[in-house]
């Protein structure tokens, strides 16, 4: 099961474009609202370096990162509680998310971002208030501010991180141009309260493996297969670290707590 995170706001602020940079797909993105109204949905690869190398070491055949789950919504307005401009609609497409990034708009000179959170931040709470439950607003939430030029807040220039997602990876070298997304990407895997195990599959497969943090052994066993966890005896277990430098492995039992970055061989 991948997370997935809401990308909100108001409309025209940027969602579509972060989006499409994000996932690389080709989304309708337009001058005027509710270009988008069916939610766009897309995997993306969580950045491990941990994971190549653990490969490396390992001369897997196959490496298989983590991934998270993005959902560009429509634009929210005021009064989107209510049902203006099909907010209940897209408001009902946050609901099943595990947290949000809310793009604000900070385009120009004039900045709007401490009211357009405002707008927005409402909206939410309004629908928990008509829904009597906190879910919408109690969401872990990135605020992504659509830049440039300004020093005064988190930036991120989302036109040109979409242009950037149609060129080539020597391209990109060529130009001496950098993304900032991966820092978005883990930032996003940090709200959730996320961390990462790895298996090796005797060298065949080096894959990454998303957990809650604070998780049991029991819980990441069925994240590899759902008979692990019935069928437990007991792991042998190594930091990433300790791996890379050929370190001893410790045996844990069903009480062990999984870390962010154990490597983890399951006995059944």
């Not at 940079?21 to 897309?42: C, H, M, R, S, W």
């Not at 607003?137 to 830049?147: A, D, R, V």
Request: net charge negative; aromatic share 8%.
């Amino acid at each position: 099961m991948s997370f997935s995170v809401g990308i909100i706001g108001l409309p025209n602020t940027g969602k579509s474009t972060l989006f499409k940079a994000l996932t690389k797909k080709q989304v309708a993105i337009a001058d005027y609202p509710f270009t988008t109204i069916e939610p766009n949905i897309g995997t993306v690869a969580v950045p491990d370096e941990r994971l190549e190398k653990i490969a490396q070491i390992v001369k897997s055949e196959k490496v298989t990162k983590t991934v998270i789950e993005f959902v560009d919504i429509a634009g929210l307005v005021k009064g989107a509680h209510k049902g203006e401009g099909l907010g209940n609609q897209f408001l009902s497409y946050i609901r099943p998310c595990d947290g949000v990034i809310e793009v604000v708009r900070c385009f120009d000179k004039n900045n709007h971002s401490e009211e357009d959170i405002k707008i927005i931040d409402n909206e939410l709470k309004m629908k928990d208030q008509e829904l009597n439950d906190n879910v919408l607003s109690s969401k872990p939430k990135i605020y992504l501010f659509n830049i440039k030029g300004n020093e005064e807040f988190p930036k991120i220039n989302l036109k040109d991180e979409a242009d950037m997602a149609d060129l080539s990876e020597v391209e990109i070298k060529e130009l001496g141009i950098k993304s900032q997304l991966d820092q978005l990407i883990l930032a996003c895997y940090n709200i959730l309260d996320l961390i990462t195990f790895y298996t090796i599959a005797g060298g065949k497969e080096a894959r990454a493996w998303t957990l809650k943090k604070d998780s049991s052994i029991l819980e990441a066993a069925t994240k590899v297969h759902t008979d692990f966890a019935e069928k437990f005896i007991k792991a042998k277990v190594i930091t990433w670290q300790e791996f890379l430098k050929s370190g001893s492995w410790k045996i844990v039992g069903k009480e062990y707590i999984v870390r962010d970055g154990d490597i983890i061989e399951f006995k059944i």
